[in-house]
């Protein structure tokens, strides 16, 4: 199994990022998608979720309206759009694959957001 997070890099505070997380080794479209992320100090915090079937999406209060989830099932791959954003949102990115009580993790991408 293997979930690979792309996409993080430096942007300046108003900017936008997409993320990017290709997963294999496990049967994509029966997996519920998330998007996580961790600061120094702070906890791992969901920031999106995507269901198996794509249609019902759910999102952190802190970024609704700004970022944007979805899944593409033929390319085994799901995204994280980032519009609008802001220094707060500086942190590592994980990818996350879960069904029932079986979690997936990625390695994680920083996204780092300073002028």
């Known amino acids: 199994v293997q979930l690979v997070e792309s996409g993080g890099g430096l942007v300046q505070p108003g900017g936008s990022l997409r993320l990017s997380c290709a997963a294999s080794?496990?049967?994509?479209?029966?997996?519920?998608m998330r998007w996580y992320r961790q600061s120094p100090g702070k906890e791992r915090e969901l920031v999106a979720t995507v269901f198996s079937g794509g249609g019902d999406t759910n999102y952190a209060d802190a970024v609704k309206g700004r970022f944007t989830i979805a899944r593409d099932n033929a390319k085994n791959t799901v995204y994280l759009q980032m519009n609008s954003l802001k220094p707060e949102d500086t942190a590592v990115y994980y990818c996350?694959?879960?069904?029932?009580?079986?979690?997936?993790w990625g390695q994680g991408t920083q996204v780092t957001v300073s002028s």
């Open positions: 996350n694959a879960w069904r029932w009580s079986v979690n997936y």
């Open positions: 080794g496990f049967t994509f479209s029966s997996y519920g």
